[in-house]
Nanobody, 125 residues
Framework: QVQLVESGGGLVQAGGSVRLSCAAS????????MGWFRRAPGKEREFVAA????????YYVDSVKGRFTISRDNAKNTVYLQMNSLKTEDTAVYYC??????????????????WGQGTQVTVSS
């Protein structure tokens, strides 16, 4: 069992930066692949970024490539999402998730077993 708690969301102007954190409970954090998803108002939840359990592989949705960076610190049981050059269309509730995936299915929400409660990021113009 893993419990995930996101933090770091808030209101930011377009072009600004925010770093989200996701703290995991338990001693098995390093055995999970991690991901970030988001749900914008009126839209389906979508994949944003993923990182493998050892941090060696990372993946991003095309719309955030070059702007967002996912990382993890297994010693601190924490995964991060550094978000730069934010756009109004990045406004959403951001969720971190833990599970197990391969290079072919990291973007599928059904590959993740545990989810946080979400943190709101609002980007103003």
């Amino acid at each position: 069992q893993v419990q995930l708690v996101e933090s770091g969301g808030g209101l930011v102007q377009a072009g600004g930066s925010v770093r989200l954190s996701c703290a995991a409970s338990g001693r098995t954090f390093r055995s999970y692949d991690m991901g970030w998803f988001r749900r914008a108002p009126g839209k389906e939840r979508e994949f944003v970024a993923a990182i493998s359990r050892n941090g060696g592989s990372t993946y991003y949705v095309d719309s955030v490539k070059g702007r967002f960076t996912i990382s993890r610190d297994n010693a601190k049981n924490t995964v991060y999402l550094q978000m730069n050059s934010l756009k109004t269309e990045d406004t959403a509730v951001y969720y971190c998730a833990a599970g197990g995936w391969s290079s072919g299915n990291y973007f599928r929400s059904d590959r993740y077993d545990y989810w946080g409660q979400g943190t709101q990021v609002t980007v103003s113009s």
